[in-house]
């Protein structure tokens, strides 16, 4: 007899495995189904994210930065360390067993919570079957039955023709995440988010680091003011930024890949030992669909969704990478809670994608969350902008990481908080704050007016809501500013 559901999840990464957990929650049947096998050959729950996405990059940025701490940073404390090396092996078995602790973690949330999880490729065929093929018995193709199907297969790099990775010297983000050796010369193409943190872990530990960029503009999505901070800052730290650099043909020699590209009417020449392809991400939906589903997907092969994630077969959603809508790991993780609510009670519920916050885990770390001054100015909002630098933070100080600032735009009417954006160590952290209050719909006032901690980096997020209405404390105040 057929095996039979109240939801099929096809996927574990941070949206499918969350979608799971939550519909496991509420009471239902639910198997989760993911394809994923690890460099082992173990079948591993978490996706792109937890397998050489979020948490990888995330190990080898912490290693690599204790590293120049321990270089750079360690004598002006007074402490004196002798005959500092890289061990890059060890380095990369601490990524791998943090990778693994989670990913295990997955599957033992999957048992606690009596989801079938299943090893194989999963292929939707309406709102009530599913096809599964088992990774351990490819030859055999068992229908699953159903009430409710979530889509959850991610994204992939997106291939550059000028660029063919060929897992070696021209090499993706997970190509990059694994290399053996540091790289003397490493180019990468693409200095948006993956591009510059991959790029500083291998400045970091001692790789002499270009970026081609094809836009002339640093970090487009990113508040102007904070990009341009972060490009000068990256420059200091020598990452090699090149603005309108876009790639046209590479030539690979056995140690050695010659990059070829063009910056205005200009043609250049970058040599380099390796190569990492860092320009985007796409939708991934081979094998999710069978053709006679006549699942829908919209011009750029996303799943075509509504704002409830439902997409046009009935009883099927979709969430996370795979559909419109920022490649962020938690903006899955949203999505996929909420559709498992609405299977379970009947409820619809949006998520908010006005507060999704971004990160970029470079150091000084960059996040953000709403509306930028640009977007702001663009639309014809009248805004005021509050501002503190980091070098007036005594915690900052006491860190010895004063490079950065907070900025928080708000409503010139209503003070409303619009967007906030932080250039600052554990500025990851710091948004969540900003996130809160915009959800609440908090005013700058609001935090003007709550306690910080002294002396701790929030107090920095403290003054710039004081900054809005012109009276930090700790910096000569000065008049109101702010797009008109
Ligand atoms: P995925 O994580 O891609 O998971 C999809 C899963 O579905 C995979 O396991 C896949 O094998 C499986 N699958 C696909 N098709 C099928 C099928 N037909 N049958 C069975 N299984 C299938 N985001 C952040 O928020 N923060 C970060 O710091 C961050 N850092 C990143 C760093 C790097 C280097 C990269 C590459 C990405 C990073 N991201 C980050 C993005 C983040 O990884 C993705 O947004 C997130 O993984 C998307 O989750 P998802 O569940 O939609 O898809
Ligand atoms: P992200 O989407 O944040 O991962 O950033 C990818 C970046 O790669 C974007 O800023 C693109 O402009 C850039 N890019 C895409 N194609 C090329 C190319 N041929 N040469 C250089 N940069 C590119």
New binding site residues.
Partial sequence: MARSFDVVV????????VAAIRCAQLGLRTAC????VNEAGEPA??????????I???ALLQSSELYVQACEHFSEHGITVNGLSVDLERMQTRKQQVVKQLTDGVASLFKANHIAWLQ????VVSGTAVEFCAHANPDRRETLKTNNVIL??????IALDAAPIDGERIVD??G??AFTEVPKRLGIIGAG??GL??GSVWQRLGSEVVLLEAQDEFLPAADHQIAHEAFKTFSQQKLDIRLGARVVSTQRSKKQVTVNYQHGDEEHQLKVDYLVVAVG?RP?????FSPASELLLDERGFVDVDEYCSTNLPGVYA????VRG????????EE?VAVAEYIASGHKHVVNRETIPS?I?THPEIAWVGATEQELRAKGVAAHAGTFPLTASGRAKAMGATTGMVKILADAGTDRVLGAHIIAPMASELIAELVVAMEFSASSEDLARTIHAHPTLSEVVHEAALAVDGRPIHMVARKRSGPK
């Fill in positions: 096809i996927g574990a990464g941070p949206a499918g495995y189904i993911d394809r994923w729950p978490g996706g792109t994210c937890l397998n050489v996405g979020c990888p990059s995330k194989g490729t999963g292929t959850a297969s991610g994204s992939q790099p983000s997970s990059a995440l988010v993956i943190e991959l991400r991934y939906t081979e094998n999710l969430v996370g990478d795979v920022p490649m962020l790991a938690h903006k899955g993780s996929g990160v885990y």
